[in-house]
């Protein structure tokens, strides 16, 4: 027998899940609060190890714009008339739904070797401590906006582990988000009411038990945590009616049930790096085609994740933090090995846009209402500093948005005009319902020149 601080270490309803029983409220054929009946979606893929500005700029600038880009000056080019930097040419065929944003910064985030929670947030991490996590994360506001069973997704193959384990999204304040570690913990937690349909009912058991004083009293918790935990098990029935309705529509997402090999049992010890993420990729398409989320975090790799069987160095154990000192695996050098990764990545997100693309939806299709943000967790190099955080952004027709088929470079930091993660997240809110001023803490640099740093980049809005 297992204990309550057990099962929320352990269940797919352990504290993350409780904090978003508000949401669940509006479930199964509620309205959302978007103007259409169709939801908005949103993928975020963070990656280690930084992402070069220099990586991502476009081979065949004019000399004018191959100028401004290396001086960081802000300017704006049409993608359709330039060739695709190399990791990128896998989406080709998808340029008029590309936008590389050059320019942001990330100042007011963690940055170094890893961002934690704060990249999400943008607040300072101090070190992934719960006490400084100062928001509600990026992602779990735009769920809020776009209601789903689970609200919100977390995927993640951060530091090779398996299961269920503590993510870096927050939900809350103070309150650290679970995620899936590995693709078959991933499918059998979103598809529990098809695949185990007993167990969600003996999660219903357990929420019982949490809910009474008794629970509650034999958890171990202590202090302001026994007041964290009153105020995320009053909304346990919610929660148990979510897996009720789960239950009874069991037969419809079964239909979107995602198959895997067996090599992925058992967290996958033998399979390697690109068959975890093509695995991966298929539980997040199968998830959202299902409806159960409209927002999925996932973070693809970070420096404790191990990297086998990448084309290329397919027997080496290759090192993500060794790369980024330039340790050359297998006779590689380690920027051709760096690229290799990111071509890797670059092939989970060309799989979800052209099978969301071949996915009706409305009068068209699924990837029409999506957005798909892959960036570098850590910032511009592998020790990061925040001058720049590059985004490379794949957007349906029905994003909110003018930003499709362009390469946008933003003032740099410190220049009039300059924009922050903070602002960028500020955007995706304002165009999608959330009128808040500004979105995160701000620059201390901006600050100190006086220069205007909060709200919208109205550029970038429709």
């Not at 779990?140 to 503590?166: D, M, N, Q, Y």
């Not at 297998?330 to 690229?339: F, H, I, L, N, S």
Request: glycine residues 8%; proline residues 5%.
């Amino acid at each position: 027998m297992f204990d309550r601080r057990d099962f929320l270490k352990r269940t797919s309803l352990g504290v993350g899940a409780m904090t978003l029983a508000p949401l669940f409220n509006q479930l199964f054929g509620a309205q959302t609060t978007a103007t259409s009946t169709i939801p908005k979606r949103f993928i975020f893929i963070r990656k280690s190890n930084g992402l070069r500005p220099l990586e991502s700029a476009l081979m065949n600038f004019s000399a004018k714009d191959k100028a401004l880009d290396e001086n960081k000056q802000a300017f704006e080019a049409d993608l359709t008339k330039h060739e695709l930097p190399l990791y990128l040419r896998g989406l080709d065929e998808h340029k008029e739904n590309m936008t590389i944003l050059q320019g942001l910064s990330a100042k007011m985030s963690e940055n170094v070797h890893y961002s934690f929670s704060s990249v999400m947030g943008c607040f300072k991490s101090n070190r992934n401590t719960l006490s400084a996590i100062k928001r509600t994360t990026i992602d779990f506001e735009l769920a809020k906006l776009f209601p789903s069973p689970f609200g919100h997704v977390e995927l993640s193959f951060a530091e090779g582990r398996t299961g269920i384990v503590s993510g870096y999204s927050a939900p809350a304040p103070q309150t650290r988000n679970y995620c899936y570690a590995d693709p078959d913990t991933a499918r059998s937690e979103l598809f529990k009411s098809v695949l185990n349909p007993d167990a969600v009912n003996s999660d219903s058991d357990m929420l019982t038990f949490l809910q009474s004083k008794e629970g509650l009293k034999e958890s171990g918790f202590k202090g302001h945590e026994v007041k964290r935990q009153e105020a995320q098990v009053e909304s346990i029935e919610a929660i148990r009616e979510r897996n009720k309705k789960l239950i009874s529509i069991s037969g419809t997402l079964a239909k979107h049930l995602p198959t895997l090999d067996p090599v992925h049992l058992n967290g996958g010890p033998n399979a390697t790096t690109p068959e975890k993420q093509a695995a991966m990729t298929d539980v997040l398409i199968a998830a959202m085609k299902a409806g159960l989320t409209n927002v999925v975090t996932y973070t693809i790799d970070d420096l404790g994740t191990p990297i086998i069987g990448l084309p290329g160095n397919e027997t080496d154990r290759v090192g993500i933090h060794p790369l980024g000192h330039d340790e050359a695996f297998g006779g590689v050098p380690a920027w051709k090995t760096r690229e290799q990764i990111r071509i890797s990545h670059m092939n989970q997100v060309k799989t979800i846009v052209e099978k969301l693309k071949a996915t009706p939806e409305g009068n068209g299709t699924m990837f029409d209402n999506t957005m798909i943000m892959y960036f570098p967790e850590n910032g511009e190099t592998h020790h990061g500093i925040g001058t720049e955080s590059p985004f490379i952004i794949m957007s349906g027709k029905n994003c909110n948005l003018d930003i499709a088929g362009r390469y946008i470079r933003l003032p740099y930091l410190g220049e009039p005009g300059h924009k922050t993660l903070g602002n960028w997240y500020t955007t995706l809110l304002n165009a999608h319902g959330n009128p808040i001023e500004h979105y995160g803490d701000l620059d201390l640099e901006m600050a100190r020149k006086k220069l205007p740093q909060t709200g919208a980049i109205q550029q970038l809005m429709a």
